[in-house]
């Protein structure tokens, strides 16, 4: 039972560079969302999907783009990079009952 | 725009004492959510607050909400070096937004 799977776990890359961070989810949950997260800020919404083929912005959703063709993953895309993006970043789900359950992250570093 | 404050944002006590975290929010709501972090790890749900004048409690933690108020609390008692974590509370306004996060209360519980 993996339940949420984030990958890759750790990632270096350089910046303008383009990057995808996986998530996979096999409670097949409707909603799903990308946080990221830094000291001093919490958990920022990115992006979230509301079913399949379903998104929408959330408070801090420049230089990223989402997709969600299965219900089952959402991957989130760095077009390219910047090191601002450095970041540890969440992706959750929820069924119609939340609370929402978290992945155990990818922490992204930028050069 | 939604905001929630949680105060303190950092806190050291000692084992056996008492104390209290607090989460203000700006927005009438009626579903708040508390989490727990540890460093390096994801975010584990600890409670689910879904109506005023809830009251949840799990061995030494005790959360509450008063959506009169807009304030939940996170009761600690007679804490344990084991409860030494990052604690998030979280805010639901409805809708498929996802949740909208304090900036979490770095807890340090010595010996």
């Known amino acids: 039972d993996a339940g949420i799977t984030q990958s890759p776990r750790y990632k270096i890359t350089e910046t303008g560079r383009q990057v995808t961070l996986m998530c996979h989810q096999t409670?097949?949950?409707?909603?799903m969302f990308w946080y990221r997260q830094d000291l001093g800020h919490g958990l920022r919404l990115i992006y979230y999907s509301a079913a399949a083929d379903i998104t929408d912005k959330g408070e801090v959703p420049d230089g990223y783009v989402v997709s969600r063709s299965k219900t089952e993953n959402f991957p989130l895309t760095l077009e390219s990079a910047t090191r601002s993006q450095t970041s540890v970043y969440f992706c959750a789900t929820s069924g119609s009952d939340k609370p929402q359950h978290f992945g155990d992250g990818t922490r992204l570093s930028i050069l | 725009e939604l905001k929630v404050e949680q105060n303190p944002l950092f806190l050291s006590m000692q084992e056996g004492k008492n104390y209290t975290i607090y989460c203000n929010y700006s927005?009438?709501?009626?579903?708040l959510y508390w989490y727990r972090q540890d460093p390096g790890k994801s975010l584990e749900s600890l409670f689910v607050?879904?109506?005023?004048?809830a009251v949840k409690q799990e061995g030494r933690l005790m959360a509450s909400l008063d959506t009169k108020a807009r304030l939940s609390t996170l009761h600690i008692t007679a804490a344990v070096h084991d409860l030494s974590a990052t604690y998030f509370c979280a805010v639901d306004i409805g809708g498929a937004d996802g949740l909208t996060f304090g900036k979490g209360t770095h807890l340090i519980i010595q010996p």
């Open positions: 607050l879904l109506s005023n004048g």
């Open positions: 409670w097949s949950h409707s909603y």
């Open positions: 927005t009438t709501s009626d579903r």
